[in-house]
T-cell receptor, first 113, second 114 residues
């Protein structure tokens, strides 16, 4: 079953604007990851934030994590047409050996030129 | 290309037929995962291997599904007596070690059961 929900389910913005996506989850986590999936293609790992971290940056990406609220956000700054994709958050539950990813339902991001 | 590869990329089969998919992980990765993704949803975990040992299976993996990783390298996922509800994208991923949580995904095999 899905871990939680992502909000919004779909987002359409103009090129150059910032995009923010939110993710909520249900269990205690070891870490939370964000993945991107282009239409008809596999998932690409973007960024990982551990449960003891609150914010992380990678290029134009900024991720925050609030474990008290069991939520995370992904900010993409200065969006480009190539950022058009579906974005998924995925959690690794604390204490489980398999380190399997539990995904949200995703946010479909469209960048309009 | 040294990424995760999957074969075939697309498979159309009739209900009741058996199908087998193959995944070749990144060569030094000892962990291999199978996920299933239906349209508009995030991937759902099916099963996981560490080397050749299958260590966890989801309850989504019914008796008609079997997965192997015979020599700790490539893996196969077989679905017997396919049903229309099996239509989905089947994704394989691999990862390196216990403290490296990032997973590297293949392009997937899209299964359509008619």
């Amino acid at each position: 079953s899905q871990q939680g929900e992502e909000d919004p389910q779909a987002l359409s913005i103009q090129e150059g604007e910032n995009a923010t996506m939110n993710c909520s989850y249900k269990t205690s986590i070891n870490n939370l990851q964000w993945y991107r999936q282009n239409s008809g293609r596999g998932l690409v790992h973007l960024i990982l934030i551990r449960s003891n971290e609150r914010e992380k940056h990678s290029g134009r990406l900024r991720v925050t994590l609030d474990t008290s609220k069991k939520s995370s956000s992904l900010l993409i700054t200065a969006s480009r047409a190539a950022d058009t994709a579906s974005y998924f958050c995925a959690t690794v539950t604390a204490g489980q050996g398999a380190q399997k990813l539990v995904f949200g339902q995703g946010t479909r991001l469209t960048i309009n030129p | 290309d040294t990424g995760v590869s999957q074969d075939p990329r697309h498979k159309i089969t009739k209900r009741g037929q058996n199908v087998t998919f193959r995944c070749d992980p990144i060569s030094e990765h000892n962990r291999l995962y199978w996920y299933r993704q239906t349209l508009g949803q995030g991937p759902e975990f099916l099963t996981y291997f560490q080397n050749e040992a299958q260590l966890e299976k989801s309850r989504l993996l019914s008796d008609r599904f079997s997965a192997e990783r015979p020599k700790g390298s490539f893996s196969t996922l077989e679905i017997q007596r396919t049903e229309q509800g099996d239509s989905a994208m089947y994704l394989c991923a691999s990862s390196l070690a216990i403290d490296r949580y990032e997973q590297y995904f293949g392009p997937g095999t899209r299964l359509t059961v008619t």
